[in-house]
């Protein structure tokens, strides 16, 4: 059955964008009512803004979604991952700024926040799309894919010139925990020299220091502390997909491949899949395919210390 969750779950923080400081809580919602954002800090107008991949504004630093009244609410993936990871249908998701707050730079804070409140069921089946058909994108050397499966798997794969990163890859099909196990603890990164440059151009303005980011220099990882994974980049590019991939608006069964990909990819991609003439369909989910669903088997135990 569809859930969401049992009470209101607040976080404050600043934006790792625009530096503003906001608070963002997440609401009890009915059945189908899917995950929307209201900016309460806006006093007249629509203030609702849906989660939805046709709201999403190309951006290749964050996913950034707006209204058609051209209200927005930027840095989404990370609460939509956690929403997602959490098996987490339904919610009125508020903030009192432009920008979602970074945060430690990864999803386990709003993980934790989540599942200590914990979910109610709601009186109605969930609902999940279907992929049918194998649909590609690409841009340049990167690529993403979806393809059939009987459940979400992802695999990732990037590659940087900065020895520090390298050349990673990680697949995990995403049911019995495994994002809040595996995934949700790993923090945005950049380069020092992407830091520079994101700065200069009115952009990272909310740090990108050890406190929410992991930054790399070349060989050295300047975050104090070091990483929490050997393969940290590659587990955070994959809870990034997660996130974007929970704006198809239900749940996703099928096989996300990404190959250096990054937010704006991934949006063109699912723009692709719903355009692609019999290349997905929903389906009501019965108690064996919602066992195969992210969010199903989530324990408490498993959450990373570090949310």
Excluded at 92 to 111: K, M, N, R, T, W
Aim: with cysteine.
């Amino acid at each position: 059955m569809q859930t969401t969750v049992k009470s209101p779950i607040s976080f404050a923080g600043c934006g790792l964008h625009t530096g503003r400081k906001a608070t963002v809580t997440i609401r009890p919602a009915t059945a189908e009512h899917g995950i929307w954002f209201s900016r309460t800090d806006v006093a007249v107008g629509d203030r609702l803004i849906p989660a939805r991949w046709d709201a999403v504004l190309r951006s290749p630093l964050c996913t950034k979604i707006e209204n058609q009244a051209g209200l927005q609410v930027s840095t989404v993936e990370h609460i939509m991952a956690a929403l997602a990871g959490c098996g987490v249908h339904n919610a009125l998701v508020e903030i009192d700024g432009p920008e979602v707050p970074i945060l430690d730079g990864s999803a386990a804070p709003f993980v934790r926040g989540i599942m200590q409140r914990g979910l109610r069921t709601l009186p109605a089946p969930v609902r999940a799309f279907e992929v049918l058909k194998e649909v590609t994108v690409s841009d340049g050397q990167a690529s993403a894919t979806l393809a059939p499966a009987d459940t979400l798997r992802i695999d990732f794969e990037i590659d940087f010139e900065d020895e520090a990163i390298g050349h990673q890859k990680k697949s995990l099909i995403m049911n019995n925990g495994s994002f809040a196990r595996e995934l949700c603890d790993s923090r945005t990164f950049c380069r020092q020299a992407d830091v520079d440059a994101m700065r200069a151009n009115g952009l990272a303005l909310g740090g990108a220091s050890g406190e929410n980011a992991v930054v790399f220099d070349g060989d050295r990882v300047l975050s104090p502390g070091g990483l929490r994974h050997a393969d940290e980049p590659v587990r955070h590019k994959m809870l990034d997909a997660l996130g974007d991939l929970a704006l198809a608006g239900a749940p996703l069964i099928g096989h996300y491949t990404g190959v250096r990909a990054g937010h704006s990819l991934t949006n063109t991609l699912l723009r692709s899949l719903f355009a692609t003439p019999g290349a997905v369909r929903m389906v009501v989910c019965d108690r064996s395919t919602a066992s195969r669903l992210p969010g199903y088997g989530l324990i408490w135990d498993e959450i990373p210390a570090v949310a």
